[in-house]
């Protein structure tokens, strides 16, 4: 069987085009088991759960359970509100000792957890002449996309719907936009709540997804997470295999010309 | 529009009666929804008639609990400075009248005990006074957030209330929440509780969350407390408040409480049917969760071990643990057991579950969620010269 292609972010190959986040699980025991069984090869981390000091917190373990030499570690900037709060917890994390990257998530409304495009923007800025690989969380505004890709972010991810919703693909037609112009990886992150979800996001031509909730509250999140990884690796399989158009009416088929007598 | 102004605009009083006559046919057309998107809807599923539901509540409650907050439960220590207080409140203990030993903790103590509450895993600090102009002075709460703060990567405060001014300096020193009880939202009550003192002053309190977030705190805790007025009508007129700062506070967390009245000095004791039942109490948790998917709701050690056990799997997403409500009080803990050595008599109220923040973990383990003690970092709120060192 032929092989999906890798994804490359940043110079750096990842076998799977599944990325996963840290959140909601009920132990860390949970989450590493999950991390495993998805098969992904990103995990992302809310640094406000971590301990980022020079010694070990026991009570602020969640690090512990991410295996490094299995996972790139992609800090989270959650939690913070604007520009300026997002940069300084991205320089604690590189204090700590995590790689440069990070994943700018600025979402001050806390009712839907809807990106700041204004704060993003001006926080990758600083992040990119930094020289970090900057990731950023957007709501899916193909032109915010574009000015984020000019100032030289790594991936634009968009959200498919809001946060924890499970809603799906909400915003197909400017993710289709945007997955049109984009020079970057495309990440749908967000909202995706079912297999299904996260295969339709591959086959419209997204480079990957970003998945938590819905495979951190499952009954049985380990199986989830490899249900998440089949799931995408048959959406890329049938984006890069090719898939007819699809049309609302009937369309001229070659095999059975109905007007060759005319010619 | 501060809340003040609009809260008298409000048909609370019919709501409340509407939540207690609410028919079957419109509690079932709420729970077919699966959300409260009015205040209509959740006075329904606050309702009688929407007891008998509780079951289906509880589980669309676990429901969106579980997708907005995975399965974890967050860890908070009160820390009381002082019992001193010049109001008169007829069911506080801190009552300005009652003999009970008055103290304002040294900021080495508050320092001292929150090291103390560091060791047993709390990484998020709840400062609590009583309102004093003189020993609980602006610089002196200042004062212990600053030092604190390198031990607690998340303080928040409840004390009197005050204005943009001195919360922004709090905010600027590190605070990044609030807690403020309504207490009551009925004016009369409000008045025949809060005999003297400024706390007299019903509209200040109403608009402190306003002023708190104005001056740049980004957690606001809220709630009446249960058991001065009917339930319900508080529990409407809280929610009523909490959409308003929904949009007036956008950018700030809303952390919704239940707490009931308890036993405390002076002796104050709850009408029938003022303060909820336990069922009702899991009720009206479902209906604000059903209302608020988003929203903190935090379970205290006012509730017994058995409720608590249960809030875990409902809907409750912060508790504390082997809280002391008086000041200085934990200085007498022994670290081992985490129980005082003495009893404490200038204890605000008595809690209803003793178990240390070790039983507790242990508990919430058991029922398979995560315990989570850090949720913040102190790079949020502090400029980074100060971080680094």
Known sequence: ???????????????????????????????????????????????????????????????????????????????????????????????????KWVKLEIHPDVNYLLPDPIETLKAAEILVKEGWTVLPYINADPVLAMRLQDVGCATVMPLGSPIGTNRGIENEAQIRIIIAQARVPVVVDAGIGAPSHAAKAMEMGADAVLVNTAIAVARDPVRMASAFAAAVECGRAAFEAGLPPVSANAKASATSPLTAFLD | MKFSEVLPTLPIGKLAAYAADASERDVLKVIAKGRAETLEDFAALISPAAAPHLEEMAHLSQALTQRNFGRTIHMFAPLYLSNECVNKCKYCGFSRDNEIPRVTIPVAQAVRETEMLARQGFRSLLLVAGEHPKWVSNGYVVEVIRQCLPIMPSIAIELGPTTVANYAKMAEAGCE????????????????????????????????????????????????????????????????????????CWRAELSIGLPRMRPATGGFAPKMGDVMSDRQTVQLLCAFRMTFPRADITATTRERPAVRDGLVLIGATHMSAGASTEPGGYSDY??????????????????????SPREMAAMIRRQGYEVVWKDFDRSFVEREEAAAS
């Open chain 2, 334 to 355: 022994d670290e081992t057991t985490w129980r005082p050595r003495t009893p404490q008599p200038g204890e605000q109220f008595h809690i209803a579950d003793d178990r």
């Open chain 2, 177 to 248: 929440g609030i807690v403020v009880y309504q207490e009551s939202y009925h004016p009369e009550t409000y008045a025949a509780m809060h005999t003297a003192g400024p706390k007299r002053n019903m509209a200040f309190r109403l608009d402190t969350l306003e002023r708190a977030y104005e001056a740049g705190m980004r957690r606001l805790g809220m709630s009446p407390l249960y058991g001065l007025y009917e339930w319900r009508h508080e529990a409407v007129a809280l929610v009523a408040h909490a959409m308003h700062l929904m949009k007036t």
């Open chain 1, 1 to 99: 069987m032929t092989q999906n292609e890798p994804l490359i972010i940043a110079g750096r190959t990842f076998q799977s085009r599944l990325l996963v986040g840290t959140g909601k699980f009920s132990s860390g025991e949970a989450m590493r088991e999950a991390l495993r069984a998805s098969g992904t090869g990103l995990a992302t981390v809310a640094l406000k759960r971590a301990s980022l000091g020079p010694t070990k917190d026991a009570f602020a373990d969640i690090l512990d359970f991410i295996e490094p030499d299995r996972y790139l570690v992609l800090p989270n900037t959650s939690g913070a509100r604007d520009a300026d709060e997002a940069v300084r917890i991205a320089h604690l994390s590189e204090k700590a000792g995590l790689p």
